[in-house]
């Protein structure tokens, strides 16, 4: 019995749509890709439409039939285009210009590229960039939001060990380890709380802090470049912002390399693949600035004003906190503490709290506010906690920065960026020191 075409295209159809669907439920079980979800029901409903168009016939087998010739010629179509711009070794990061526009960044706001250990990176020894970096990330990000314009031009420096040090800087008192907080590349090294503390103690500190790290690069970073014939005290400031998330995606990281020997890479790879190229547009297409806009979403309420104000973190309570996080999280205090002991070292932790917690109480809430019912939790008792199992002496400095909040004085970054201002940097360096004397 010879089968219509139009109907072995309906079964073509039900058939393909079946195994697509299949797949992408797979990837979306396994890997935890949400994105998969509405594409594998739409090919798993175009599986069922085909099925019954194979068995109804009339005008939605033609449809469906249509469809499926469609799609086979579109797919021949890009598969030879696809085929070709392998061939040529196309590099669509360098035609969208995903390279130029990450070196439009000032280093700071950039990942970290250079490999350090296992699956850590560094800032590439010696690099320099001179200019205004709050200006220049809000002129990237396209804002019309009026702040820092007062701000002065910065030359930010590297050693040739990767950090915001001296290469003179070859003895020390003290090792700071921590994220963008530390490395905090938009203020001279005197004005971050690390030069700060270093001149209320007449002591030499050694700033070891790198944007977008976690836990396990900080443990890595005193281990590899903190220790010195001098030094008797290591610092570990955390961030309660993204340092849990982050310690989670180090781990994984770790995992993998014992498994696999494979490690991260943060450079941005060549790309020859015109369907990726495609579907990264697809996907960050929300994300895409076709226009100015303000980054405010709400107001401080200063003692004579209100000072428009970007709030972006909500630290989980303890018992928000995902097992992951805690698990990675008591690994990196072990790992501290032992690293510490090893060099014979006095550890202590630095508690960074986020911008929303400080400003608590002194908000007016704006549009687009991100989980206004948030509320401070109890995540800094929680890690005051954990420090003292492991002899870690806890230094909080949020009680001084909340103190200046209800005084009306800003002690962050306005608009977009979240870090701390140079007043906020003063006020946790006095903290630091009053702590390590």
Known sequence: ?????????????????????????????????????????????????????????????ALVSGCVRLGITTGITFGLVEGACRALKLDFNELLGARRANEAFPIYFRLPTHPSGDVFFTRTPGATWTGKPLQTLLKNHRST???????????????????????????????????????????PEDQVFTGVAAARLGRRVKNLGITDTGGFSHVHYLEAYGSAPSCRKAVLAFFEGNDLSDNVHEQEDLDLFQQTGERPSHDIPVQPSLLKAIWNIIRDFKQLRLSDRSYANAWFKASDKEIPV???????????????????????????????????????????????????????????????????????DHLYAECQKRGIGFINPTGALSSAAAQGRLTFNPIYDTHNNREGHQIIGEVLAEALK
Request: proline share 6%; hydrophobic share 40%.
């Open 145 to 187: 939001d009026e702040a820092y314009t007062d701000e002065q031009e910065l030359t930010v420096s590297y050693s040739k060990e990767g950090f915001r040090n001296p290469d003179s800087l070859t003895d020390w008192e003290v090792a700071v380890v921590g994220d963008s907080f530390t490395e905090s590349g938009y203020l």
């Open 310 to 380: 970007t709030i972006a973190d909500a630290p989980p309570s303890m018992m928000q906190m995902s097992v992951e996080e805690r698990n990675a999280l008591a690994s990196v205090l072990d790992r501290f503490a032992e690293a510490c002991r090893k060099q014979g070292v006095k550890p202590h932790l630095l508690y960074l709290p986020c911008k929303r917690r400080v400003l608590h109480g002194h908000l007016r809430h704006g549009e687009g506010y991100p989980e206004p019912g948030w509320q401070p939790g109890d995540l800094p």
């Open 1 to 61: 019995m010879n089968v219509p075409a139009n109907q072995r295209l309906c079964y073509l159809g039900a058939l393909g749509g079946l195994v697509g669907s299949s797949l992408l439920w797979h990837r979306l079980v396994t890997l935890g890709a949400d994105q998969w979800a509405m594409p594998a029901q739409l090919l798993a409903g175009f599986a069922f439409l085909s099925l019954v168009a194979a068995r109804r016939g009339g005008w939605l087998q």
